[in-house]
C-alpha cells in the first residue's frame, strides 16, 4: 500500500499553473524536514542537494548525473547500495532539486493495484498541471516479475519518473525490461571523512541535532565511524543512544553541555538492544563464526538464534556462511559450500521465521564438518605473486588462437591438448609464467575429503616433474 503523506513532511505544494485542474492529483513534495520526535538519522537527512554528503563518485562536480541534475534534466533511477549510504535521502533532493512532485511506495506492501494508481496520478499530474512525479519505490527488489513489469508503461512514457532503491544486485533482482529503462547509479559505503562530518552536523544543529548540547573526543568520534562501517544511519543511532543515556534528547539548544568520550558512547550502547550501531554486533558475528570454526554446534545454533531473535538481517548471517564454507571449510567436506548456498537460497524462497530450518541446518552442518583453510591461504599467496610481478605476459602455448591471424602471431603454439592423452593430463605443460615456474600457491590439507585432493594432487605434480625431466 502506499505510505500515507504525514502533512508536516508532504505538503500539498502549490500548482506552478495556478489553480489545480479538476481532476488534478494534488502535488506532494519530497521530505525536507521531519518533527522532533523522529530518530536522528531522519531528521538530518538534506534538505537540498548541496546538503547532501558522500557520494562524489555520483554527485561530484562535473559527473554525469549531478551535470543531468544541474540541467533540470532526470531520467529514471536505480539507486544502489549497502544500508544507510543514502539513497532515500538522495531520492527526495533530486525530486525537489529537479522540482517534481514526490510519490512513494514501499516494495514490502505495495501492491499492483497501488504502481497503477501512482502511475495513473503521475500521467494526470503531468497532462493537467505540466509536472513532473518522481516514484519512489524503496527496496524494489523485492516487488516480483508482475509489479515491475506494471512499472514499466508509466516509466517508459515518462509519466513517472522512477527512483528505484535496492541493496540488492540489479542485475540479479530486477527484471531486464525495467533495468534498461533505468539508469543505475551505485552508491558505496559513505567514506569515514564523511560521517565525522554528518556526527559533526548532528551534534551542532539547533533545528535538527543537538545544537551544542553533545561535544565528542576525537576517541569517541572513532568509535562512532567504526561501529557504522559506512552507514551513517548507524553511527547516527548509536550517537542518539549515547546522548539519550546522558540525558540528551530531541533537537535544540536548551540544556547544559554534555561531553562524550569513548567510555561513555560504548558503555551506553552495551546497555542498549544490540542492534548494528553497537559492538555487539561485531562481538556476537564474531563468537558465531569462531565457534563454527572450533566445531561447536551448540554454541554455532546459540549464537544463530540469539541474533535472529535480536532482529539482526538475516542474509548477513546467510552470507556469512557461505564465506565460512570456502574460507574455513573448504575441499575438506566438497558439500559445504553448494549446502550453505541452499540455505540462502531457502531464506529467499520462504523467509522468516521458516528459513529458520534451513539455517541452523547449514550451521550444524558446517560446525561438524571437517576444516580446511587451505583455499584462503591460496587466495593470500596467490595476490602475494600477482603484487610482486604484475601482469606476467600469458606463455605463447596458452594464448588464445581462435581468431583469424592468431596462428601467424604464434598463439597456441606447442599446446598440448589434454584430451589427447589417455589419462586426460599432458604431463609436461606448464601453465604458470615463465617467472613463476614452480611456485605452488594451493597445498591441500589432510583434513576430510582434503586428504583424497591432496594424494591427487601429489599424483599430477609428481607425473609432471617426471615429464619434465
Not at 125 to 131: A, N
Not at 449 to 455: I, K, R, S
Amino acid at each position: 500500500m502506499r505510505r500515507m503523506s504525514d502533512p508536516q513532511l508532504f505538503g500539498d505544494a502549490p500548482s506552478r499553473t495556478g489553480a489545480a485542474p479538476a481532476g488534478a492529483p494534488p502535488d506532494r513534495v519530497a521530505p525536507s524536514s521531519v518533527p522532533s520526535a523522529m530518530p536522528l538519522a531522519a531528521r538530518l537527512r538534506p534538505r537540498h542537494l548541496d546538503e547532501y554528503v558522500g557520494q562524489l563518485d555520483a554527485l561530484g562536480a562535473g559527473k554525469p548525473l549531478r551535470a543531468m541534475l544541474d540541467r533540470g534534466d532526470l531520467r529514471s533511477l536505480i539507486l544502489w547500495g549497502p544500508p544507510g549510504v543514502g539513497k532515500t535521502s538522495l531520492a527526495a533532493v533530486i525530486a525537489t532539486h529537479v522540482d517534481a512532485a514526490w510519490d512513494e511506495l514501499s516494495a514490502v506492501t505495495a501492491g499492483v493495484k497501488d504502481v497503477r494508481r501512482a502511475i495513473d496520478e503521475g500521467r494526470s499530474r503531468l497532462e493537467l498541471r505540466e509536472r513532473r512525479t518522481v516514484l519512489f519505490v524503496d527496496e524494489i527488489h523485492r516487488f516480483n516479475k508482475g509489479q515491475q513489469d506494471a512499472l514499466l508503461p508509466g516509466v517508459e512514457a515518462g509519466w513517472v519518473i522512477l527512483i528505484g532503491a535496492t541493496t540488492e544486485n540489479p542485475f540479479f533482482e530486477l527484471n531486464p525490461p525495467l533495468l534498461s529503462r533505468c539508469q543505475l547509479v551505485r552508491l558505496e559505503p559513505l567514506e569515514d571523512e564523511h560521517v565525522r562530518r554528518l556526527l559533526a552536523r548532528a551534534c551542532t544543529d539547533a533545528t535538527r541535532g543537538f545544537g551544542g548540547r553533545v561535544t565528542l573526543t576525537d576517541d569517541a568520534v572513532d568509535h562512532l565511524v567504526h561501529v557504522g562501517d559506512g552507514d551513517a544511519r548507524a553511527s547516527l543511532s548509536a550517537l542518539e543512544v549515547a546522548a539519550a543515556a546522558a540525558g540528551v534528547t530531541g533537537p535544540g539548544t536548551d540544556g547544559p553541555t554534555i561531553h562524550l568520550d569513548v567510555d561513555a558512547v560504548a558503555d551506553a550502547m552495551h546497555r542498549f538492544r544490540y542492534d548494528k550501531a553497537s559492538d555487539s554486533h561485531y562481538d556476537t558475528i564474531s563468537a558465531f563464526i569462531k565457534s563454527l570454526r572450533g566445531s561447536d554446534p551448540d554454541a554455532a545454533v546459540y549464537w544463530l538464534l540469539r541474533m535472529l531473535e535480536s532482529g539482526e538481517d538475516p542474509r548477513f548471517i546467510a552470507r556469512r556462511l557461505v564465506i565460512f564454507a570456502s574460507e574455513d571449510v573448504g575441499l575438506a567436506d566438497r558439500q559445504a559450500l553448494p549446502l550453505a548456498v541452499a540455505a540462502f537460497d531457502a531464506l529467499d524462497k520462504v523467509g522468516l521465521p521458516e528459513a529458520r530450518y534451513a539455517l541452523t541446518h547449514a550451521v550444524i552442518a558446517l560446525a561438524v564438518a571437517p576444516k580446511s583453510n587451505r583455499v584462503t591461504q591460496a587466495i593470500s599467496a596467490g595476490l602475494e605473486m600477482v603484487h610482486r610481478h604484475g601482469n606476467l605476459p600469458v606463455p605463447p602455448h596458452l594464448r588464445d588462437a581462435h581468431y583469424s591471424g592468431a596462428q601467424r602471431l604464434g598463439h597456441g603454439a606447442g599446446y598440448d591438448y589434454p584430451h589427447d592423452h589417455p589419462s586426460g593430463f599432458a604431463a609436461a605443460q606448464r601453465y604458470l609464467p615463465d617467472e613463476l615456474d614452480g611456485v605452488r600457491l594451493y597445498e591441500p590439507s589432510r583434513h576430510g575429503h582434503e586428504h583424497h585432493v591432496a594424494d591427487r594432487l601429489d599424483q599430477l605434480r609428481e607425473e609432471a616433474r617426471q615429464a619434465r625431466r
